[in-house]
């Protein structure tokens, strides 16, 4: 078991509680039972968005991603987030603090007769990052129905691993992290046609030239369906909405069902490995339909 | 034969000598070692579906064509994957560059409808996808708090969002008080 426990504040960001509290639900069920506490990070707001409100104003940007980790710093936690675009706002912003004493006086004086008091000390954290650091071996001691069988196609998602320079991993690229954790619950990390691609969603891309980015997801989910994967095992909740968002596009723009390969978040794997209930992990409640991989593993 | 294609020919007036040390000054201090080789534009995910070049706003960018650059609607087909950072052979930030132009642009006045209607949540909610009906009966429906426990449930969470979204101009520049050609 494990002899002692971390807690975090968790940041929700924007999708994933307003548009798939599913994945939310999901974290909550199984990080505790790793050894991992949350707690609401109470008053939080949009991270915000590195790729669109960064796009139009920077020190905006990060003036209230230095709210959002001054809320975690007064509660006395680190941050988690499971959005890779949260995390690097986080991280980025960070960086941008430390590395330069002025900007965080810029933002102290914007903070001016709030209360806010930031330091920039603590740290942000991405859900995977703290799972990554248990190891695989700690996973494989919590699974108790070994996911044999199930093909699933890995999506690491952009901003979990880039830029580089500002990220803990210990590679710069051709990562197995993820495929690690995910092969600890028994399924397959499947090899697949350009892994490393972009989902599309990112930078505004989504929001307003829509045809572009599904474009981008309809490439790599091709090559998916190419591979004959039962599932995408995602970990970022902007990630998540486009392949979930893009499939039911895409089907209706050929008119036929072609697209229909489920989208769980990685702790949604993890829960079914551990034998929890579906409904729970809040795999009923996705765009694409879950049940075929259900089957496979509940049968 | 060339109906509607003029010729590139670039005049002085076109030509912004600071627009350069502007990008230089906001972070991207490496962009003036480029040598067009083009690696940015062939790994970039937008580029191989669309006519944005990446090396070419780069390259304009090193002209000083400042409202060419400004205006093009290429700069908005980035989506920040960070491959050609990773991979500029010149360790140029050039996603970082990109996102330095963006501002530029908003800036000038230069902002796609959708990315202001986002910019108005925020403003608004504290948030840039904010909950709706459907999503707060599917959190009951998951035990979960109907209202996440952020600026949605936090009358003064929110105002001091607001404030700072005053403070730092950004509710001037996405209500479209800031004049154009500044």
Known sequence: MTPETQTYSFFLGCVMPNRFPNLEASIWLVLPKLGINLEDLEGASCCPAPGVIRSFNEPTWLALAARNLALAEMSGNDLITGCNGCYATFKEALTEIREHPKRLKEVKKIFKGMGIKFSGKGEAKHIIEVISDLGPDKIREVVTRKLDGIKVGVHYGCHLLKPSKNRPWKQTQKHTFLDELVEATGAESTKYKDKDLCCGAGGGVRGSQVEVSVDIAKEKLDNLVEAGVDCIVDVCSFCHLQYETAQEQLNMEIGEKKYNIPVIYYTQLLGLAMELNPIELGLDKHVVDTKPLLDKILS | ?182
């Open chain 2, 1 to 182: 034969m060339t109906d509607g294609i003029s010729p590139e020919i670039i005049s002085n007036e076109d030509i912004d000598p600071d627009f350069v040390d502007k990008i230089v000054e906001a972070g991207a201090d490496r962009i003036r070692t480029c040598i067009q080789c083009g690696t940015c534009s062939a790994v970039c995910p937008s580029g191989q579906r669309t006519a944005f070049r990446t090396r070419e706003i780069i390259r304009k960018a090193l002209l000083g064509l400042k409202d060419e650059v400004l205006a093009s609607p290429d700069l908005w087909l980035c989506t920040t994957c960070y491959d050609c950072l990773e991979r500029c052979p010149r360790q140029i930030k050039v996603t970082d560059a990109i996102l330095i132009m963006r501002n530029m642009a908003a800036d000038h006045g230069f902002m796609l409808p959708e990315h202001r209607k986002a910019s108005q949540k925020l403003l608004a909610t504290g948030h840039a996808v904010p909950i709706d009906n459907a999503n707060r009966e599917i959190r009951k429906e998951l035990g979960l708090k109907e209202v996440p426990p952020t600026t949605h449930s936090d009358n003064k969470a929110l105002k001091d969002v607001k404030e700072i979204l005053k403070r730092t101009g950004f509710k001037d520049l996405i209500d479209g008080q800031k004049k154009e050609g500044k």
